[in-house]
């Protein structure tokens, strides 16, 4: 691996270089190197998963005062579930500094979703280990809550039922959605939703589907109304 080069990438320096080093070692890498004693990063990434967890966990505690915890709970498990720990790595480009044996690289491992979600849970116990809880807390400010606020996680949260409850709290105003407008070609649409409370535009939302439009609308609308 290019440990420069990441460190470059993501704006972080090491101190403990070996550790950085341990986050991308695969145990197939180990298993062929054993004359280098090597350690692979399996138990980084189960100090990863935890930090992870507190750090997601105290955003959406900070973020969101009037979430429920059941619906706290759903939105967690969506951001930490493998797929989207898959894309965090895929984006950062962690792939191509994953050290690999040759049966591991030669089956496609470098693209695996679950090692690659693994690789990423362990650079983050090893950037833990190495800077501290409010290091790590930042890198997951710089990459994963933006895509939290953008409603990438939309699909796990039913954030129209969040918005009729709360505006019933306070009047009982009608609430209506609206897709104004579909944008691309039709293997690839996006459709534009509006969410209209008392008649006026409070959200507007983006997304593959036309029920995808209307949930982000509806964040936007929360994301209004608790700011």
């Given at each position: 691996m290019d440990a420069q080069k990441l460190e470059e990438q993501l704006g972080i320096t090491f101190n403990d270089h070996q550790l950085l080093r341990q986050a991308f070692t695969h145990s197939s890498y180990v298993n062929e190197h054993r004359q280098e004693n090597y350690e692979d990063n399996e138990r980084l990434e189960f100090l990863g998963d935890a930090v992870?967890?507190?750090g997601v966990s105290q955003y959406l505690f900070r973020k969101n005062s009037n979430m429920p915890e059941g619906e706290m709970t759903k939105l967690r498990a969506a951001i930490v579930c493998e797929p989207?720990?898959?894309?965090f790595a895929q984006e950062l480009g962690f792939g191509s500094h994953i050290l690999l044996g040759k049966g591991e690289e030669q089956t496609g491992g470098r693209e695996r979703p679950a090692l690659l979600a693994d690789v990423f849970e362990a650079f983050l116990g090893a950037l833990y280990l190495d800077q501290g809880f409010n290091i790590s807390l930042k890198f997951?400010?710089?990459?994963?809550f933006p895509k939290i606020n953008t409603g990438a996680f939309s699909h796990a949260m039913?954030?129209?039922s969040q918005l009729q409850e709360l505006i019933q709290q306070y009047k009982n105003l009608a609430v209506e959605y609206?897709?104004?407008?579909?944008?691309?070609?039709?293997?690839?649409?996006?459709?534009?939703?509006q969410v209209f409370i008392d008649e006026k535009v409070s959200g507007e939302g983006i997304g593959r589907t036309k029920k995808e439009a209307e949930q982000r609308a509806a964040k936007?609308?929360?994301?209004?109304?608790?700011?």
């Open positions: 992870l967890e507190l989207s720990l898959m894309n997951l400010e710089e990459h994963v039913d954030y129209k609206k897709i104004v407008k579909e944008v691309g070609p039709s293997h690839n649409k996006e459709f534009v939703a936007k609308a929360l994301d209004k109304y608790h700011n």
